[in-house]
């Protein structure tokens, strides 16, 4: 099944729901980051989660999630544009522990980024609820955004360590509410059988849509095909090795006479010779 995103709205606009599969980009960016287990599972349920978040997004548009917590996984980051392209990366991919709130820490913090076209992006924080990846983002969608949110997402590992399957929900609640389409859905995702088992099944995120909506007078909108890709070029390196500032780039070049920076998502290194960076100072 290839990785994508559908969308459905119920009950005459009151009742937004998507679902994904993310599998192939799960894993096209997890072999990227080195990741262990653990760092794995976290990073595929937030990339689900950026996805998912972001599902509403206009030409040009841009959303990103960032976790940050105590714990050894110290930092996790997924971003999604409106074209379906998701990228991501965690602090520290080998990190080990037993459970992804484990991984993360009890304590830290969500960021949800909106870049929206508009002068300024809009930025939402709030603390981490459980450190349970779809727990925190329905919460901050719910306390936040004001829009009531329930999420689901799953990763299941394959025997060699590599991603089987991951994917998720979202189903949210738009003014004014329908409270008895509202129970009937949570009532549902109460008895709904695993997300990975699901997915392992082959069920498609348009059926997953119609089961989470079963008794709900539902219709379905377009889908989005969603894969790996990273923003970064040289010139985008270029600019944040001007942003350091004229002295900065001075200290470079006399005590190093060279530098490497390496994009943080899709570990493209670029260099810079002595030549050059005497022209990023110059350039001042």
């Given at each position: 099944m290839h990785d994508h995103i559908a969308r459905a709205m119920a009950v005459k606009g009151k009742i937004r729901a998507v679902a994904c599969v993310t599998t192939k980009l799960a894993n096209d960016i997890c072999f990227l980051q080195g990741t262990s287990p653990i760092a794995s599972i976290a990073l595929g349920r937030a990339l689900s989660g950026?996805?998912?978040?972001?599902?509403?997004?206009?030409?040009?548009?841009?959303?990103?999630?960032?976790?940050?917590?105590?714990?050894?996984?110290?930092?996790?980051?997924?971003e999604v544009e409106w074209d379906g392209a998701i990228r991501g990366t965690?602090?520290?991919?080998?990190?080990?522990?037993?459970?992804v709130p484990a991984a993360l820490g009890r304590a830290g913090f969500l960021t949800v980024t909106r870049d929206l076209g508009m002068k300024d992006p809009y930025t939402g924080m709030v603390q981490l609820y459980t450190s349970e990846i779809a727990e925190d983002l329905a919460y901050y969608l719910t306390d936040s955004e004001q829009i009531p949110s329930a999420m689901?997402?799953?990763?299941?590992?394959?025997?060699?360590?590599?991603?089987?399957?991951?994917?998720?929900?979202l189903i949210q609640s738009l003014p004014p509410s329908d409270e008895a389409a509202v129970d009937q859905i949570m009532t549902t995702i109460s008895?709904?059988?695993?997300?990975?088992?699901?997915?392992?099944?082959?069920?498609?995120?348009?059926?997953?849509?119609?089961?989470?909506?079963?008794?709900?007078?539902?219709?379905?909108?377009?889908?989005?095909?969603?894969?790996?890709r990273c923003g970064c070029s040289r010139d985008k390196v270029e600019r944040a090795m001007l942003s350091l500032g004229k002295a900065e780039l001075e200290r470079m070049v006399e005590e190093q006479g060279e530098a490497s920076v390496t994009c943080e998502f899709c570990k493209q290194q670029y260099r810079f010779e002595r030549s050059e960076l005497e022209a990023l100072s110059r350039s001042y």
């Open positions: 950026a996805a998912l978040v972001g599902s509403t997004l206009k030409q040009g548009q841009r959303t990103a999630i960032k976790f940050e917590g105590g714990g050894p996984l110290k930092k996790l980051i997924a965690v602090a520290v991919p080998d990190a080990v522990a037993e459970s689901g997402l799953g990763v299941s590992l394959a025997d060699d360590g590599q991603i089987a399957v991951s994917g998720g929900f008895k709904l059988p695993p997300l990975t088992t699901l997915l392992k099944d082959g069920t498609t995120p348009q059926q997953l849509l119609d089961i989470l909506l079963e008794g709900v007078e539902h219709h379905p909108l377009e889908s989005t095909d969603l894969f790996f």
